[in-house]
């Protein structure tokens, strides 16, 4: 996965504590997606970012938000975690809109208990 | 509805014996299908894009092509190594919609 990492890899949460997760790129990419994953349901886009500062909804928005600050981190906060939110969540960037394919991190382990 | 769907969920294959995998979708202004191979425990790892039917791709044992409803990741001569799970993706004319399948689970046994 070159140039872009999640952290953390692993995460155990209890339920209705705040979890962030964060995305790492430095191919200064200006797309940027946060995704889950379960089985059954293959990827839903849950967030993304255009740019600094601007995000925007995917289709699992609800108790989700994110930020960017800076080109190359985009941060996915669960706000009060429940167990319907454990899962794996993939990070992805993108030189455009994706039109050549996304480049996935690696993916955060998310279990909340 | 916007919709795509792999089948089958999981294939076994022995080493050598070729066969498809298939992805139909409905959506409303195709502007690309993607293909994607997930190792487990990673991300998945792009493999190729589709813009058009009639358009093939191919990557060493793997052969993409597309039609108007569906496209076909032909596996020649699978190996071991081939091994992983396959996902397609459609992407639509409004911005930023990604449309992911299930995946179809690869199992090429020695």
């Known amino acids: 996965d070159a140039g872009i990492t999640q952290s953390p890899r692993h995460k155990v949460t209890e339920t209705g504590t705040p979890v962030t997760l964060r995305c790492h790129q430095t191919e200064n990419h200006r797309y940027m997606y946060w995704y889950r994953q379960d089985p059954g349901h293959g990827l839903r886009l849950i967030h993304y970012s255009y740019g600094v500062k601007d995000t925007d909804k995917g289709e699992v928005s609800d108790g989700y938000s994110v930020s960017r600050s800076k080109t190359e981190d985009f941060l996915l906060t669960l706000e009060s975690a429940t167990s319907s939110q454990t899962s794996v969540y993939f990070c992805?960037?993108?030189?455009?809109?994706?039109?050549?394919?996304?480049?996935f991190g690696s993916g955060t382990r998310l279990t909340v208990v | 509805e916007d919709q795509v769907t792999q089948s089958p969920e999981a294939l076994r294959l022995q080493e050598g014996e070729s066969s498809s995998l298939n992805c139909s979708y409905t959506?409303?202004?195709?502007?690309?299908l993607f293909w994607y191979r997930q190792d487990p425990g990673k991300g998945p790892e792009f493999l190729f894009t589709l813009y058009s039917a009639g358009e093939e791709k191919e990557k060493e044992r793997l052969k993409a092509t597309l039609t108007k409803k569906e496209s076909f990741l032909h596996i020649t001569a699978p190996k071991p190594e081939d091994s992983a799970t396959y996902l397609c993706?459609?992407?639509?004319?409004?911005?930023?919609?990604?449309?992911f399948g299930s995946g179809t689970k690869l199992n090429v046994k020695p």
């Open positions: 993706a459609v992407q639509v004319y409004n911005f930023n919609k990604f449309y």
């Open positions: 959506v409303s202004g195709l502007r690309g």
């Open positions: 992805a960037i993108s030189e455009g809109t994706g039109y050549y394919g996304y480049t």
